[in-house]
């Protein structure tokens, strides 16, 4: 793995998702699967620091009116519904643990749907930083990380799915994304497999 060229995609690490009181939590079944990402994230977050690597976060913040889900349908119509993501709240401010790392993570804003690198500057910055090669984690798989793995694989990119560092609502649901759509057009790792790529000595 070439970290020089490597970007890690963080997708709604955002307090709505991730605090213990964050509006959609509960969108997860699994009891814990929740921090179980998180821990999981913060180890490769820390492994990455001193590398390379470029570390970018993607968050959904959507102004008070909600008008960028005029006609919102699923789940985008429950954040509109339960005020998720909206501006200027405490849930859409992104988690602490991220914040934590200071200006080690980049923030591309403007997203406002499922995909990551519409209606946002996330592909000309992997462009100017030589990046080849992504991997995503975050929320929601069968949703916003499935959306933004196409979307980064019909540009060129080589794609990894983090597969516990991601979470569907359901267990059955995240097997059958990692199993049987994400290998369609890119590969499923996880964490520990990215950490013993990192630490393999040059």
Avoid: W
Wanted: glycine content about 8%; proline content about 4%; charged content about 20%.
């Amino acid at each position: 793995m070439d970290l020089q060229k490597t970007a890690v995609i963080l997708v709604g690490y955002q307090n709505d998702y991730f605090a213990k009181d964050g509006i959609l939590r509960g969108v997860v079944e699994e009891e814990n699967r929740v921090d179980k990402v998180l821990d999981n994230t913060l180890e490769l977050l820390r492994a990455l620091a001193p590398t390379p690597a470029t570390i970018i976060s993607t968050p959904i913040i959507l102004a008070p009116d909600y008008r960028a889900l005029a006609s919102p349908v699923g789940i985008l119509n429950t954040i509109k519904e339960s005020g998720a993501f909206r501006s200027g709240t405490p849930g859409a401010e992104d988690i602490p643990e991220l914040r934590a790392f200071g200006d080690r993570v980049l923030y591309v804003s403007g997203k406002s749907g499922f995909n990551a690198f519409s209606n946002t500057e996330l592909d000309r910055v992997l462009k100017e930083r030589g990046i080849t090669s992504v991997l995503l984690a975050g929320m929601v798989t069968a949703l916003c990380i499935d959306s933004t793995g196409r979307a980064a694989y019909e540009r060129g990119y080589t794609v990894t799915i983090l597969s516990d560092c991601t979470s569907a609502r359901t267990h059955a649901e995240q097997d059958f994304y990692c199993s049987q759509i994400f290998p369609l057009y890119g590969s499923v790792a996880s964490n520990q497999q990215i950490l013993e790529h990192i630490h393999q000595p040059v």
